[in-house]
């Protein structure tokens, strides 16, 4: 299974998997089930900062009730989290993941929401395939420079330090 790294407002991450943010982080907990979380179990439950938290809260992202010094965290919250996190483990930007959670309060039941996260999507997956044939491209440069330079060591009677 592969490990994602999640980043917070000062790049330091922790690892989830694409997979369990989809299935829902701590659906089997028994804080699952609660109508509002604190921040320290919504840092168990996705793997997040308390910094993080409240940097998302700053960039509109989430919108935890306060009580008191307190801030308690919402099913909703939690599921826009979650989607905050899946669109950073698929490369989209805060600034465009935002754009589409916020699309969800038109009260069309989430159909315009729906068809631009699509498009959004499609438009990802292009991206990521030429970032993918850029990679390529650019291992097939190295190796051959590496068969190269392999060469003319050769040819001077030395070998290549081990990789």
């Not at 395939?129 to 590496?146: F, P, S, T, W, Y």
Request: proline fraction near 2%; aromatic fraction near 4%; include cysteine.
């Amino acid at each position: 299974m592969t490990q994602t790294l999640i980043l917070d407002a000062q790049g330091r991450g922790s690892a989830a998997t694409l997979a369990d943010l989809v299935a829902g982080a701590g659906s089997g907990s028994p804080a699952a089930t609660k109508d509002f979380l604190t921040i320290r179990e919504m840092t168990r439950e996705f793997g997040v900062t308390a910094r993080a938290l409240r940097f998302y809260e700053e960039k509109e992202l989430v919108a935890p009730v306060r009580n008191g010094q307190d801030r308690l965290y919402s099913r909703r919250d939690r599921g826009r989290l979650r989607l905050v996190l899946m669109g950073k483990c698929v490369g989209f930007s805060l600034e465009e993941v935002k754009a589409m959670l916020d699309l969800y309060d038109l009260g069309d039941g989430g159909v315009t929401q729906m068809k631009v996260a699509r498009g959004k999507y499609r438009e990802q997956v292009a991206r990521l395939r030429g970032q993918k044939r850029d990679i390529d491209a650019a291992i097939n440069e190295l190796e051959r420079a590496i068969t190269v330079i392999d060469q003319r060591l050769a040819a001077k009677g030395t070998t290549p330090a081990a990789d």
